[in-house]
């Protein structure tokens, strides 16, 4: 089975010398002593030899891939990997530069140009600091679907099932974006299909029923709460937006003469602006809100810092105070 960089941080010596196999000959040697070595174990001439790589983690489980794939390129040759060592980088090319990381970061600032929204650039980094630990390193030619596979299963151990389907997808980016500017041949990720466990999807909590919903709306008009939250719940249901875009609007997005609210374009998720239409009921929540938060910038402030808008769960919290769990209603 392939090593994991989880599985080679936590490898511990013992009285012997520890080897653990990650597969084409590649081994990290745990000595008594506690170092941790790279070794590649090949046959040439009809016999055993060894190269190593160097000290683990100064050399991460990426770049000793890559080291392994280019020691195997020799030997496809037919030449010796550790005679002939110094060629291999120049038989590689160009390509030699092109590491996962480095494309990966330019595909970063490319969807940052293209004007993706920063929490969807927070998320993108986290995800591929995942993968940078063992795919790093290694040349974006050399990277195979069983590498990307470990990198998967080391989040998908943790329980972590639609992170990792998130992970596949964003790899998948990178190497399409490697495609597309001419430094890789094919993506990989493909292949993986149902290669991982799938994530359990659960539906977002929401009353159907028009009884039930009825109620919810007689739950709402009569809570005792901030009048920043119940307008907000009561717009939230009038007007139907995402609770972001609510959370964060403004006044000046307001037009009680063309009866308008234009969301901009860096607050929707397709990154174009959106105009929803206010009927009367709207306005004239928004007239009674005007009264108290009509100075401030933002339509729905925290009373408490009002340079800021309500918090993220501010309207949750409130549907749960009015007895609904989070497995009936969310806003």
């Not at 960089?5 to 745990?30: F, I, N, S, T």
């Not at 990277?143 to 943790?158: A, G, H, S, Y």
């Not at 990792?164 to 292949?191: M, N």
């Not at 809570?223 to 875009?245: C, H, S, V, Y």
Request: net charge positive; hydrophobic share 40%; proline share 7%.
């Amino acid at each position: 089975m392939a090593l994991t960089d989880a599985a080679c941080r936590a490898a511990k010596a013992g009285p012997e010398r520890l080897k653990l196999y990650d597969g084409d000959g590649l081994q990290l040697w745990v000595q008594k002593s506690g170092s941790k070595l790279w070794n590649f174990s090949y046959r040439y001439d009809g016999k055993q030899r060894q190269l190593a790589f160097g000290p683990y983690p100064e050399v991460g489980l990426g770049k000793a891939r890559s080291q392994r794939e280019r020691a195997r390129k020799l030997l496809r040759d037919g030449l010796d990997p550790a005679a002939n060592w110094s060629l291999a980088p120049a038989q590689e090319g160009s390509d030699q530069e092109a590491n996962f990381k480095e494309i990966a970061l330019e595909y970063i600032e490319k969807r940052r140009k293209e004007g993706l929204a920063t929490p969807t650039m927070i998320k993108k980094k986290w995800l591929l600091d995942f993968a940078y630990p063992t795919l790093g390193d290694m040349a974006i030619t050399t990277i195979k679907p069983k590498d990307v596979l470990t990198v998967l299963q080391d989040v998908e151990q943790r329980g972590c099932f639609e992170t990792a389907r998130r992970l596949r997808a964003t790899i998948g980016a990178v190497f399409r974006y490697a495609v597309a500017t001419s430094r890789a041949e094919i993506d990989p990720t493909p292949v993986l299909r149902g290669a991982i466990i799938p994530p359990k999807v659960t539906p977002r909590a929401a009353i159907t029923n028009a009884r039930k919903f009825g109620g919810l709306l007689r739950s709402i008009y009569d809570f005792d709460g901030q009048p920043t939250t119940i307008a907000a719940l009561k717009l939230m249901a009038l007007l139907f937006p995402r609770p972001g875009e609510l959370r964060l609007s403004k006044w000046p997005e307001f037009d009680f003469e063309k009866h308008v609210w234009t969301i901009p374009g860096e607050r929707t998720k397709m990154r174009r602006e959106h105009q929803i239409p206010l009927p009367l009921q709207a306005e004239e929540i928004l007239l009674d809100l005007q009264k108290i938060t009509g100075h401030n910038e933002f339509l729905l402030p925290d009373l408490a810092k009002i340079d800021r808008p309500i918090s993220e769960p501010t309207m949750n919290l409130a549907l749960r105070r009015m007895g609904y769990s989070d497995t009936e209603m969310t806003s």
